[in-house]
T-cell receptor, first 113, second 114 residues
Framework: QQKVQQSPESLIVPEGAMTSLNCTFSDSASQYFAWYRQHSGKAPKALMSIFSNGEKEEGRFTIHLNKASLHFSLHIRDSQPSDSALYLCAVSMFVGDNSKLIWGLGTSLVVNP | NSKVIQTPRYLVKGQGQKAKMRCIPEKGHPVVFWYQQNKNNEFKFLINFQNQEVLQQIDMTEKRFSAECPSNSPCSLEIQSSEAGDSALYLC????????????FGPGTRLTVL
């Protein structure tokens, strides 16, 4: 049974800081890795995803995957108060029929102005 | 922005009452998921559909929970006899891929069972 764990549980950073969020998974056969963001009272929304080892950058956000270490991360450069939200990581076992995302419990991020 | 519609946004029921919530997935998305998000932010997968067919569901949904996604009608999730532990945010998501790995969420229905 795939296990997905996030760290830290919560994080407070000042505006402008670099924020790093971590996600570990248990099954090396996992194929799809994603970060979602959920603002208070709102729907979760996909931020970034990656399929293969390496890095992908989109604006202030970078996702990094290391399958051998069973770890992927999200880095937020120049963190803004509007980035304050619950960040959820999710992992899928296969990209195809009957895949299912397994979710972490989230990291609550607060960016202080 | 996601175009998944969920109704109602808030639902209050007494223990033992039925609770029914609805979801209209994004147009053209063949896969629909239901999740329960509790007060600790834990996402629990409940059931998913591809078109009108159930793909996967957990044991919990086989007892008091029922769900369907009829053609040309909203999908629905119904709890036959609500319990206090069912109080949670129920999220519906739809996916454009048959694999369902990229998901678009609705705003959720917050169920409170008194």
């Amino acid at each position: 049974q795939q296990k997905v764990q996030q760290s830290p549980e919560s994080l407070i950073v000042p505006e402008g800081a670099m924020t790093s969020l971590n996600c570990t998974f248990s099954d090396s056969a996992s194929q799809y890795f994603a970060w979602y963001r959920q603002h208070s009272g709102k729907a979760p929304k996909a931020l970034m995803s990656i399929f293969s080892n390496g890095e992908k950058e989109e604006g202030r956000f970078t996702i990094h995957l290391n399958k051998a270490s069973l770890h992927f991360s999200l880095h937020i450069r120049d963190s803004q108060p509007s980035d304050s939200a619950l960040y959820l990581c999710a992992v899928s076992m296969f990209v195809g029929d009957n895949s299912k995302l397994i979710w972490g419990l989230g990291t609550s991020l607060v960016v202080n102005p | 922005n996601s175009k998944v519609i969920q109704t109602p946004r808030y639902l209050v029921k007494g223990q033992g009452q039925k609770a029914k919530m609805r979801c209209i997935p994004e147009k053209g998305h063949p896969v629909v998921f239901w999740y329960q998000q509790n007060k600790n932010n834990e996402f629990k997968f409940l059931i998913n559909f591809q078109n009108q067919e159930v793909l996967q569901q957990i044991d919990m949904t086989e007892k008091r929970f029922s769900a369907e996604c009829p053609s040309n009608s909203p999908c629905s999730l119904e709890i036959q006899s609500s319990e206090a532990g069912d109080s949670a945010l129920y999220l519906c998501a739809s996916s454009p891929q048959t694999g369902g790995y990229e998901q678009y969420f609705g705003p959720g229905t917050r169920l409170t069972v008194l």
